[in-house]
């Protein structure tokens, strides 16, 4: 069973710049959250992925955008990158349960912004 | 109680103590709780999903329980280990899963 594998692991960008950070699903799973973890502060839920359309959204702006694919794997993409994007992003897959199911995440992108 | 909350913030222990911590979260329109571990360096890792008033769990030497209708949920460590050291995550919710900010526990030998 292969685990949830995300890519890369750091990154560094400047303000303005877009970013795309990928994720892997866990084998069997076909629903991708994406979680922003700011220091300090519990994961924040950014949105899920279910069939490759999006199936719940936190309260992030519209420059937070993402895709499933048809092997369910997924992106996150950020336009217009501000510093308090500097954060640690984490990917989670399940099954279509989510709230029944434990969610299986990777470990994350260390996202940092100057 | 909007959003997830858990106490303390952190915890520090000697090995072989036993030890708990809270999790709470809005009593109305439950749906499950979740619990993680967060070992430094790694992954979050399952530890319980509950979803019924009254639910008791346990797994090993760490056992948790579930009030729906007060809105907390309990996380038990007994007999504590240097490998029990890490941050314990509570989530709360649906598809979009609410997380406490987590409880940071080290185990001394």
């Known amino acids: 069973e292969t685990g ?13 710049q877009q970013v795309t950070l990928r994720c892997s ?25 279910y069939r490759e359309e999006e199936n719940g959204r ?23 990158l501000e510093l308090d994007d500097s954060a640690l992003y984490l990917c989670a897959s399940s ?13 994350g992108t260390r996202l940092s912004i100057l | 109680i909007l959003n997830v ?20 979260f809005p009593s109305s329109n439950f749906y499950a709780l979740h619990w993680y571990r967060w070992e430094t360096a790694k992954s979050p890792e399952a530890l319980f999903v509950m979803t019924l008033n009254g639910d008791e769990k346990k797994k090993g030497r760490i056992s948790a329980t579930l009030n729906t209708k007060e809105g907390y949920s309990y996380l038990y460590i007994k007999g504590s280990q240097p490998e ?5 995550l509570c989530a709360y919710g649906g598809n979009d899963m609410r997380f406490g900010a987590g409880t940071r526990l080290t185990v001394k030998p």
């Not at chain 1, 099954?95 to 470990?107: A, E, I, K, L, V």
């Not at chain 2, 858990?6 to 999790?23: A, I, K, M, R, Y």
Request: proline share 7%.
């Open chain 2, 5 to 24: 909350e858990q106490s303390p913030q952190s915890l520090h222990v000697q090995e072989g103590d036993s030890t708990n911590f809270t999790c709470s």
């Open chain 1, 4 to 16: 949830v594998t995300q890519s890369p692991t750091h990154l560094i960008k400047t303000r303005g």
């Open chain 1, 95 to 107: 099954g279509n349960d989510t709230q029944n199911q434990p969610q299986h995440f990777g470990d």
């Open chain 1, 25 to 49: 699903s866990q084998s069997g799973h076909n629903t991708v959250s994406w979680y922003q973890q700011a220091l300090g502060q519990g994961p924040q839920f950014i949105f899920q992925y």
């Open chain 1, 58 to 80: 936190g309260n992030f702006p519209p420059r937070f955008s993402g895709l499933q694919f048809p092997n369910y794997s997924s992106e996150l993409n950020v336009n217009a």
């Open chain 2, 84 to 88: 029990d050291s890490a941050t314990y």
